[in-house]
């Protein structure tokens, strides 16, 4: 697994997380990275982006305002900041570049075991 997502919780609706993605220089300096997010029985959705240089950021409608995407240079690690969380926000959260690796047949070698969010009403 080349990127490792991490953070998740348990939180109250309107509460806040912070997940953080790690991967290695190489992928962190030469791609877009994406924070997904699944609900069980359906597919990934892609939740943020952001840009090699981390001036472009990309957000679905559903998270505008509530979401942060950063990049820790120093680190080789994106954070999405994840404020004001609701019920809906509830879902196993997975980073991965934009577009995503693909290369193994095994999925949980492109995507890792992602990181729960789990947000109570």
């Known amino acids: 697994v080349q990127l490792q997502a991490s953070g998740g919780g348990l939180v109250q609706a309107g509460g806040s997380l912070r997940l953080a993605c790690l991967t290695s220089?190489?992928?962190?300096?030469?791609?877009?990275i994406g924070w997904y997010r699944q609900y069980p029985g359906s597919q990934r959705e892609l939740v943020a982006t952001?840009?090699?240089?981390?001036?472009?950021?990309y957000y679905i409608d559903s998270v505008k305002g509530r979401f942060t995407i950063s990049k820790n240079n120093a680190k080789n690690v994106v954070n999405l900041q994840m404020n004001f969380l609701k019920p809906e926000d509830t879902a196993v959260y997975y980073c991965?570049?934009?577009?995503?690796?693909?290369?193994?047949?095994?999925?949980?070698?492109?995507w890792g075991l992602g990181t729960q969010v789990t947000v109570s009403s």
């Open positions: 991965n570049t934009d577009p995503p690796i693909t290369e193994y047949a095994d999925e949980s070698l492109n």
């Open positions: 220089k190489t992928i962190f300096s030469a791609n877009t």
């Open positions: 952001i840009t090699t240089e981390g001036l472009t950021t």
